[in-house]
């Protein structure tokens, strides 16, 4: 492996083994180089129930099946397809180092491998793996080629950016058939691009307008009509068609983007409730990413005092469902019981490992701060019967390895959105006040 030329070695970091377990079968034919350091980092991570801690175990379970009896003596092949997996130990820093990095950390202990690597073997590319953008910037400062794990990431971010499909002088007579059959053949629309399942239109004619959706089973157009959820009226026409989707039974996974105040969450709490009938149990979930990156266990309190300042937010989209109803409405005093019997349970997302989610009507909410993995770990958990809704802001992701194209959100929106039981609604307008919406767009 070592005389072909066009194979390259790729050291890798912890933060992409936490990332993606299987990440060291992604490289094709190169070589792998995991730092000893990175391994006693990894120790570091393997106790614990959250996805990180998984992804830790996962890797030295992985490592072990590879490994088992065997010495490394230069290195593992893992497949007759693809590369050598070499376990590499300390480097002594280079002069460069020593003058560059007073400190003696794991970070820089990865770098002294990458330029050993890369100073050892002149003829083959050596690259630095990272999800730590300043470690990369290190590495290049070093002369040491460096990326970021590109292996789920998206190519074209850009459909989390525009709004709902608007397609002028559409022609009034299919527009009157809307209205008074409630569809129309696709083909007759006359639209040149070919549109995927449950995409949302905006038709405007020379008298009227109507909203409508392409129901892919049929190949129809189909009206949506504005509807309203326990009590939450849609305001916008993103917001129709955001409840459209949340209303459909035929839809079992939906995805909701947009900045703050677009009602992501509101709107899929309240079509939870309107549906709480269909439903054995109603969830609403969210990751808890900590200020600065610091764990939960610098706060003070018990458990519950330490989650309650991540949790209230979806309290509050609970109680502005409420206020929408008499305290002695059947609707508010319908939520007070679904409470106290469990039917509708708001918790950290860490907190419901191991519950059932079948028949259940589950929301994760801020999911832009998931993996690609943590997303696929929930949604290959759903029972028969269950509906999953993921809400986020791609523009304010707290993870420090993730980006807008490398999320799980992203990721999982790119990889369903042709599929007929998917749904995804881009929310642009802002509904919570004049002040929230230009803070969102200028600040």
Partial sequence: MAGHKQTKIFVLDTNVILHDHNCIYQFKDNDIVVPLTVLEELDKFKKGNDPINFQAREFVRVLDDIVGEKLFNGG??????????????????????????????????ILAVAEFYTKENPKRPTILVSKDINLRMKAKSLGIHSEDYENDKIKDPQVFEKS???????????????????????????????????????????KSSVLARYEAATQRMVRVEKKVAYGIKPRNAEQTFSLNSLLNPDIKLLSLTGKAG????????????????????????????????????????????????YMQPLFDNLTVIKHAFNPRSQEYQKIDELLKEERLIITPLAYIRGRSLSNAFFIVDEAQNLTPHEIKTIITRAGEGTKMVFTGDLQQIDSPYLDMKSNGLAYMTDRMRKQDLFSHVNLVKGERSYLAELASDLL
Avoid: C, W
């Fill in 262 to 309: 677009t009602g992501k969450t509101l709107l899929a709490l309240a079509a939870a409730l309107e549906q709480n009938k269909m439903y054995e149990q109603i969830l609403l979930a969210r990751p808890i990413v900590a200020l600065s990156n610091r764990d939960l266990g610098y706060l003070p309190g018990d458990a519950t005092e330490k989650i309650s300042p």
């Fill in 76 to 109: 593992i092949q893992l497949s007759p397809e693809l590369g050598k997996l070499i376990i590499a130990t300390g480097k002594p820093f280079s002069d460069t180092m020593i003058q560059s990095f007073k400190e003696d950390i794991p970070d820089h202990r």
């Fill in 164 to 206: 709902v499909t608007e397609v002028d002088s559409f022609k009034d007579d299919l527009i009157d058939t809307l209205y008074n059959d409630g569809f129309f053949s696709f083909a007759d629309a006359g639209l040149k691009d070919a549109p995927i399942p449950n995409e949302y239109y905006i038709l405007k004619g020379n």
